[in-house]
């Protein structure tokens, strides 16, 4: 009794032709995925981002003790708090000069969501200062974060500003 053949020993002209395939494929994508050399942004340029999501203040007020005796126990919570949140003034200046200010809506149905910030400025490369100053409580009398940055751009690079809500202070990554 002999061994049966390899199932494959029949096929060899097939998986010969199919690996050739494979690999002229393969290196065609290698080839087109580096040509043509393409850049988002111009030459000698770079980019800076503001690019952040963050919460602004509810409009909340004391419960009297009247309105605390009427309610059940288990719903006695000493403020009354409205589900919306106030919009977020965000103000960016760029040497010097206003580059960007909003007041940014808070997202959701019931505007309850956190507000977001996404936008993107193409600066010549070389140093610039960045000044940025947010406002998230209305019953403030001013900004409640500021932030100065010396930013020193090259060519190409793209740096972006975020917030953070934790320790209250914007920073550069």
């Known amino acids: 009794m002999t061994a049966p053949a390899p199932f494959w020993r029949g096929r060899v002209r097939h998986l010969a032709l199919g ?3 494979t690999l002229a494929l393969t290196l065609a ?12 942004v111009a030459e000698g340029d770079g980019v800076l981002r503001l690019s952040f999501t963050h919460s602004g203040a509810r409009a909340c007020r004391d ?4 309105e605390l005796a009427a309610l059940p126990r288990n719903m006695r919570t000493a ?4 589900r919306a949140r106030s919009p977020v003034r965000v103000e960016l200046d760029i040497d010097g000069r206003s580059a960007f200010a909003a007041d940014v809506n808070p ?16 600066l010549p490369a070389g140093s610039h200062v960045v000044r940025l100053r947010m406002q998230d409580d209305p019953a403030a009398p001013d900004f409640t974060q500021t932030a ?25 990554y």
Do not use: K
């Not at 997202?107 to 193409?122: K, M, N, Q």
């Open 19 to 21: 690996g050739t395939l």
């Open 29 to 40: 994508t290698a080839a087109l995925s580096a040509w043509p050399g393409w850049q988002s």
């Open 63 to 66: 419960r009297t003790p009247e």
């Open 79 to 82: 403020q009354l708090c409205e």
């Open 107 to 122: 997202s959701g149905l019931a505007d309850s969501g956190p507000s977001r910030v996404y936008r993107r400025f193409e």
């Open 148 to 172: 100065a940055f010396a930013i020193d751009l090259a060519p190409g690079q793209s740096v972006a500003i975020d917030f953070d809500a934790t320790t209250g202070r914007f920073f550069l």
